[in-house]
């Protein structure tokens, strides 16, 4: 639990909002938290609870659980629909987002990823800060467990010809020495967002690989043989699932393509361009990944082992939850920027 209130888990969620960081007036709102439901709809989560599961109410049902007066709403129920139509609520993309929408955070902090995981994403964030290493200290043997320490070689370099080199660094980026460290905080937050989306990724890829070998096995039960509806769904879930990870997939190896050999050629506008592209695709990548990570999850407790449930539930729950809302999904991808080559 951060210093905010907000627990770890909450705040390294897709799909969870805790509602205290908005300007909210209404108390029982602030302990609250909106989140996105197994048919992609957002829904505020008044309590959950283990044995009593989970208390949830519409957006538009709050003036009737509220009395509010509809003829002159409150403030309250503008952020809330506003907020309600986004597509994800992982922190970078609700940074981009209630910038948009010129709703005030109470907290920014609160739009940070929890520390452990950051310490979770060394592993990815290797790729990114080796090629600097190597550029400033000639190796890449320092210890290293957090994006921090990188942050740490630079705010304190102990190596002469480290110093030399990160003088070098601040002409071709035209900032001060001194302010490196600053620069690598923005680079640092920048590759921990794509190594952050990465780790989601790679978290729902098993499940996807479950869903479809279980539509699969569905198509060939001789109980579904001639439900041409369960058939056709099937198809265009699978249609569209594939599609949406070839198009994440090709925009990741797209950006570490583009930033491999960022350290060869660096300049400001250069950082700041490759900053800005990334950034570009926040809210696609992360409004993507919240939604088949929703569904992924919806199915992955209902049906945890091959043999859970039987075909029956299965076709059930494929035509009553799964395919709603994952035409919201294609749309999130169909409205995503063209993508520029990072050279």
């Given at each position: 639990?951060?210093?905010?209130?907000?627990?770890?888990?909450?705040?390294?969620?897709?799909?969870?909002?805790?509602?205290?960081?908005?300007?909210?007036?209404?108390?029982?709102?602030?302990?609250?938290?909106?989140?996105?439901?197994?048919?992609?709809?957002?829904?505020?989560?008044?309590?959950?609870?283990?044995?009593?599961?989970?208390?949830?109410?519409?957006?538009?049902?709050?003036?009737?659980?509220?009395?509010?007066?509809?003829?002159?709403?409150?403030?309250?129920?503008?952020?809330?629909?506003?907020?309600?139509?986004?597509?994800?609520?992982?922190?970078?993309?609700?940074?981009?987002?209630?910038?948009?929408?010129?709703?005030?955070?109470?907290?920014?902090?609160?739009?940070?990823?929890?520390?452990?995981?950051?310490?979770?994403?060394?592993?990815?964030?290797?790729?990114?800060?080796?090629?600097?290493?190597?550029?400033?200290?000639?190796?890449?043997?320092?210890?290293?467990?957090?994006?921090?320490?990188?942050?740490?070689?630079?705010?304190?370099?102990?190596?002469?010809?480290?110093?030399?080199?990160?003088?070098?660094?601040?002409?071709?980026?035209?900032?001060?020495?001194?302010?490196?460290?600053?620069?690598?905080?923005?680079?640092?937050?920048?590759?921990?967002?794509?190594?952050?989306?990465?780790?989601?990724?790679?978290?729902?890829?098993?499940?996807?690989?479950?869903?479809?070998?279980?539509?699969?096995?569905?198509?060939?039960?001789?109980?579904f043989k001639t439900d041409q509806n369960l058939r056709k769904t099937m198809e265009e879930m699978e249609s569209t699932i594939n599609g949406l990870m070839a198009a994440i997939t090709g925009r990741f190896e797209n950006f570490?393509?583009?930033?491999?050999?960022?350290?060869?050629?660096?300049?400001?506008?250069?950082?700041?361009?490759?900053?800005?592209?990334?950034?570009?695709?926040?809210?696609?990548?992360?409004?993507?990944?919240?939604?088949?990570?929703?569904?992924?999850?919806?199915?992955?407790?209902?049906?945890?082992?091959?043999?859970?449930?039987?075909?029956?539930?299965?076709?059930?729950?494929?035509?009553?939850e799964m395919k709603q809302g994952m035409d919201k999904i294609q749309h999130i991808e169909d409205s995503a920027p063209m993508l520029s080559a990072l050279n």
């Open positions: 639990m951060s210093d905010s209130g907000i627990s770890d888990t909450d705040r390294d969620s897709l799909h969870i909002l805790p509602m205290v960081i908005l300007p909210l007036e209404t108390p029982s709102l602030n302990r609250a938290r909106l989140i996105k439901n197994v048919r992609l709809e957002s829904v505020i989560e008044l309590f959950t609870d283990k044995d009593t599961g989970s208390g949830q109410i519409g957006i538009e049902d709050l003036p009737q659980e509220f009395n509010w007066n509809m003829s002159d709403p409150p403030a309250d129920m503008a952020i809330l629909r506003k907020v309600g139509a986004l597509p994800s609520y992982d922190v970078y993309s609700l940074r981009i987002s209630l910038r948009d929408l010129e709703i005030p955070v109470n907290d920014h902090d609160a739009l940070r990823l929890s520390d452990s995981m950051s310490k979770e994403l060394t592993s990815y964030m290797t790729d990114f800060t080796r090629p600097l290493i190597l550029q400033i200290y000639g190796g890449d043997d320092m210890k290293i467990e957090s994006f921090e320490d990188v942050v740490k070689l630079f705010r304190d370099p102990d190596v002469g010809k480290a110093l030399e080199k990160i003088r070098i660094m601040a002409d071709k980026l035209n900032i001060k020495p001194e302010e490196i460290p600053r620069f690598m905080e923005d680079y640092g937050d920048i590759f921990l967002s794509l190594s952050y989306y990465r780790r989601c990724l790679d978290a729902i890829e098993p499940t996807i690989t479950e869903f479809l070998e279980a539509m699969d096995s569905l198509r060939d039960n001789y109980q570490e393509r583009g930033t491999k050999h960022m350290w060869d050629e660096i300049s400001a506008e250069r950082f700041r361009k490759v900053e800005q592209l990334i950034s570009s695709y926040h809210t696609t990548i992360g409004g993507v990944l919240c939604s088949l990570s929703v569904k992924m999850d919806a199915w992955a407790r209902l049906f945890p082992t091959p043999s859970a449930g039987g075909p029956g539930k299965r076709a059930e729950f494929i035509m009553s």
